[in-house]
């Protein structure tokens, strides 16, 4: 303690390197430091690996961890390549197909419900949100025991069996609940007025939902229809309970099964891609929004968190 | 000044559809969990009239998840991943929200970006990342041997329990961050600089202040990750694979996809959703708690 003390007035030239370093990281007074090198400490671990994993597929050799020089032979040339693997080819096609069914049904159902949940006042409302918040919170193991389970043992769902179909109805089961959080939290945040005033100037009910509300939930509904694909795509669990085979194998299954067994650089080629097609997804619904509601009132600041808070 | 019938039959089909595929599967579950089993051939006999239900197999599975059961390993096994991974979670996330909402200033909105990007890639590509890296030949054993920490690869993928954990908290960790940080965006600086007006010191204020307000972010976070945690098989098995790392979820999976009996996946399936659901009550009512307060203003 007094030896410190005493030792201060020369000990300015004498810091040693490990004392600037901590003398940097836990400054009282300035930004705190140690939370700037966890932050990007952080941000370095989450991205990192994948854009690891993304260099990968373009090795010029069969290995996965070993460097072997730049090649696009995993996505086109060679013949297990995703373009000559027809196994990889008919995953990639099948895992948009999927998502491209969930968008046209989830979104519609949910815009629809999103709508009657937020101006429905009375008994069954309450019960109506619970059930429709319930898919976001629900273990994906769970449903799809519980899927897999109604479209193999009770009748009449039986009919439908395994595959393709059960696939597209699980996946707009899940969807549905983003899209009505995603809708909702839009009306909320729009409010009455602009259909208030359409029917004080004359409007019938219907021309003010059509015309009024319903481009002014626009940009809600495009985003909702990028999230609800992006997470079709990357939905590995419920495709997986309800598949009936190879016919009906998703991307995400085909990575799955590849880890487990012997994967080449085509695994990492196809969740590349699968990664391009979500990002280049969201990335579009998000400039959508944006452009749609460049202007309105907090709209710079609200941007970024609307499109953040999608889950809750 | 719409007619009253006009809502309700909006949210008709939307609620049909939830009725239809998501309550009435879990009816499916509770039949074949309380049928029986055929005898002779092994598949699973569904009792759809309660009255014919058989409380056997849920019991049996019960029995077996008590101290001494076959899944008593297996059911320790998965809380303990679960908690270590929370504690994980809130140990690297705290921080990462806390600087995001209060001090980032200018990189805010880099970092957002950053914090969201690893929602849109898929989980199984970040786990396929991590098994690349932690191959014997990857970048991490060969940084160690380089680096002499280890003289020869590490079997990483050879069922370490460590290296299941590093992985949950890598896969969820996302979705832990964000809902704690708009939980401390959201905090009104003015009561910060109250407490510190009033003397308190810098990590009081945190402990008294921002800590108690940052509660129900960090609990619903928790949960956020928590009820996929129990549920998950495809992180053990794609970066151990060994039975000594498998979690509840591997034990579903096995019933149905390894050697198929249906009934006892369903019991399990059964007992872990009444598990869950105590979790799953919390996190909807803190939600419907602030779908209120929006509908409110």
């Known amino acids: 303690m007094s030896e410190s003390a005493v030792s201060a007035p020369q000990s300015k030239q004498s810091f040693s390197l490990w004392q600037r370093v901590s003398g940097w990281v836990v400054n009282p007074w300035g930004r705190p430091r140690f939370l700037v090198l966890i932050t990007w400490a952080y941000m370095v671990w989450a991205i990192v690996p994948v854009i690891i994993a993304v260099q990968f597929s373009f090795n010029d050799g069969r290995s996965r961890t070993v460097w072997q020089g730049f090649s696009t032979q995993w996505y086109w040339s060679n013949p297990d390549s995703i373009w000559n693997n027809a196994e990889l080819r008919d995953a990639l096609v099948h895992s948009l197909t999927l998502a491209a069914w969930d968008v046209l049904i989830a979104v519609p159902l949910g815009v629809t419900l999103a709508l009657g949940l937020a101006r429905w006042r009375s008994r069954g409302s309450g019960g109506a949100n619970f059930l429709m918040l319930f898919p976001l919170v629900t273990p994906e193991i769970v449903m799809g025991v519980s899927l897999l389970l109604l479209f193999t043992q009770l009748p009449p769902f039986t009919h439908i069996h395994t595959g393709g179909l059960a696939q597209v109805l699980g996946h707009v089961t899940f969807s549905i609940s983003y899209v009505v959080v995603i809708v909702r939290g839009r009306m909320f945040s729009i409010g009455r007025e602009y259909e208030e005033a359409a029917a004080d100037l004359g409007a019938s009910p219907g021309v003010a939902l059509w015309k009024v509300l319903l481009p002014l939930l626009m940009p809600a509904i495009v985003a909702s229809a990028a999230i609800v694909f992006a997470i079709s795509i990357d939905d590995f669990v419920i495709s997986q309970w309800l598949s009936s085979g190879p016919s009906t194998t998703t991307v995400p299954m085909e990575i799955y099964d590849a880890t487990r067994a012997a994967p080449t650089p085509a695994t990492n080629a196809i969740a590349t891609v699968m990664v391009i097609v979500t990002l280049t ?5 998000f400039l959508v929004w944006r452009a749609f509601t460049r202007g309105q009132h907090g709209a710079k600041q609200s941007t970024m968190r609307d499109f953040a808070a999608f889950d809750v | 000044m719409y007619p009253r019938w006009l809502w309700p039959t909006f949210a008709a089909p939307g609620v049909i559809w939830l009725i239809l595929l998501f ?17 002779i051939l092994g598949f699973a006999v569904p009792a759809w009239n309660p009255a014919n239900w058989n409380t056997g197999w849920v019991t049996q599975v019960l029995g077996e998840l008590a101290p ?5 390993d297996v059911a320790v096994r998965t809380i303990e991943y679960v908690v270590i991974s929370l504690a994980g979670c809130a140990l690297i996330g705290y921080p990462v929200a806390y600087y995001i909402a209060r001090h980032a200033g ?16 898929s989980y199984l590509m970040r786990m396929l990342a991590w098994v690349n890296l932690l191959a014997p030949d990857g970048y991490v054993n060969r940084f160690l041997i380089w ?6 690869p590490y079997g990483f993928l050879d069922g370490q329990s460590s290296t299941v954990i590093w992985a949950l908290i890598y896969g969820y960790i996302p979705y832990f961050i964000l809902p704690l940080y708009a939980s401390l965006d959201r905090i009104d600086r003015s009561y ?9 010191s810098p990590f009081r204020a945190f402990l008294h202040i921002t800590l108690p307000l940052s509660k129900t972010g960090l609990l619903g976070g928790a949960v956020l990750i928590a009820l996929p945690m129990f549920g998950d098989y495809y992180t053990p098995n794609i970066v151990s694979g060994a039975p000594t790392t498998s979690m509840i979820g591997n034990q579903i999976d096995l019933y149905f996809h390894g050697g198929p009996q249906p009934t006892i996946g369903a019991a399990i399936t059964i007992i872990l959703s009444t598990f869950l659901l105590i ?5 909807l009512w803190t939600i419907h708690k602030a779908t209120k307060e929006l509908r409110s203003i």
């Open chain 2, 23 to 39: 309550l009435v599967p879990f009816y499916a579950v509770i039949g074949v969990a309380f049928g029986s089993v055929d005898p």
């Open chain 2, 147 to 152: 680096s002499h920490v280890l003289t020869s």
């Open chain 2, 192 to 200: 910060l600089e109250a407490a510190r007006d009033l003397g308190a």
């Open chain 2, 106 to 121: 200018r990189t805010k909105t880099l970092l957002l970006i950053l914090l969201i990007l690893p929602f849109w890639i």
């Open chain 1, 281 to 285: 997804s969201v990335v579009a619904g």
């Open chain 2, 68 to 72: 001494g059961g076959i899944y008593w």
């Open chain 2, 279 to 283: 979790l799953m009550g919390y996190y």
